[in-house]
T-cell receptor, first 116, second 115 residues
């Protein structure tokens, strides 16, 4: 079946601009995660959505970062007033969180963000 | 809190020889452990996972890993390396105790396979 998809695959923006990154999870997966992969920090958790519960935003690095998930499916990660340190690959993952397999996450190909 | 330490940032082997990628973890709970692989400019692919069933876990492409609680290790092995195995490998632990089940990644091991 279809995996996790992300768009765009690459995004180049100027410092100070806002960007939106999109994630389409695997159909039926109730949990959705955003991670960031950067040279200096490795892979780090950003935000978690589970069903209709309030998202866990504890990994967001600043208030310039926000995310929403509409209808329990598609998610958008928004970065306002981008800075050069925001340059990274942003990865989305989804998980069925079924009994007996609560932890397995399936990753999309990522969006490579470059802030000039 | 959970943490993962990958003991080697780079490993180089010759094609046809065994692969060993080392991982130690720290967890307050019975952890779920994973190995993911990332080929250049590709997404993360799940290789295998340990979730408290058999301690020896078999994954895709001939990889396997053994969970050793006494050593807090989850090393990844393969009997015979193939050129296509060249990639970055991440040892990962799930934050199962926090409810959100976010993944904590090791720093990665880059595997080179020489012809």
């Amino acid at each position: 079946g279809a995996g996790v998809s992300q768009s765009p695959s690459n995004k180049v923006t100027e410092k100070g601009k806002d960007v939106e990154l999109r994630c389409d999870p695997i159909s039926g997966h109730t949990a959705l995660y955003w991670y960031r992969q950067s040279l200096g920090q490795g892979l780090e958790f950003l935000i978690y959505f589970q069903g209709n519960s309030a998202p866990d935003k504890s990994g967001l690095p600043s208030d310039r970062f926000s995310a929403e998930r509409t209808g329990g499916s598609v998610s958008t990660l928004t970065i306002q007033r981008t800075q050069q340190e925001d340059s990274a690959v942003y990865l989305c993952a989804s998980s069925p969180q079924m009994a007996g397999d609560l932890d397995t996450q399936y990753f999309g190909p990522g969006t490579r963000l470059t802030v000039l | 809190a959970q943490s993962v330490t990958q003991l080697d940032s780079h490993v180089s082997v010759s094609e046809g020889t065994p692969v060993l990628l080392r991982c130690n973890y720290s967890s307050s709970y019975s952890p779920s452990l994973f190995w993911y692989v990332q080929h250049p400019n590709k997404g993360l692919q799940l290789l295998l996972k340990y979730t408290s069933a058999a301690t020896l876990v078999k994954g895709i492409n001939g990889f396997e890993a053994e969970f050793k609680k006494s050593e807090t290790s989850f090393h990844l092995t393969k009997p015979s390396a193939h050129m296509s195995d060249a990639a970055e490998y991440f040892c990962v632990v799930s934050e199962g105790d926090t409810g959100r089940r976010a993944l904590t990644f090791g720093s990665g091991t880059r595997l080179q396979v020489q012809p």
